[in-house]
Nanobody, 125 residues
Framework: QVQVVESGGGLVQAGGSLRLSCQFS????????MAWFRQALGAEREFVAG????????QYKDSVKGRFTISRDNAKNTVYLQMNSLKPEDTDVYFC??????????????????WGQGTQVTVSS
């Protein structure tokens, strides 16, 4: 049984930083590529960042490039999202996800097999 524990969300002022973490158990972590998505109330879940199995390939939503960094530690079964220079429009619930897919691109939500429970990020102006 796969279990996912997300942590790191909270309230921060604009320009501040947060680091989200997501630890997986019950799967072979290195066999999955990882991603972060976010979702506002009443909106569709959108791709934020993705990382390959080895960690050497990353993909980002345009609006977070240069501000967010996705990384992973395969020894700890954990994926991270470092968020710097946060803006009020980054306010959302953030979800980590794991995919066994080998398709081109990491931004298709339906390819992801396992999801975290979500963590709220609120950026005040």
């Amino acid at each position: 049984q796969v279990q996912v524990v997300e942590s790191g969300g909270g309230l921060v002022q604009a320009g501040g930083s947060l680091r989200l973490s997501c630890q997986f158990s019950g799967l072979t972590f290195g066999a999955y590529r990882m991603a972060w998505f976010r979702q506002a109330l009443g909106a569709e879940r959108e791709f934020v960042a993705g990382i390959s199995r080895s960690g050497n390939v990353t993909q980002y939503k345009d609006s977070v490039k240069g501000r967010f960094t996705i990384s992973r530690d395969n020894a700890k079964n954990t994926v991270y999202l470092q968020m710097n220079s946060l803006k009020p429009e980054d306010t959302d619930v953030y979800f980590c996800a794991a995919s066994s897919s080998f398709r081109s691109g990491m931004d298709w939500m339906l390819e992801y097999d396992y999801w975290g429970q979500g963590t709220q990020v609120t950026v005040s102006s």
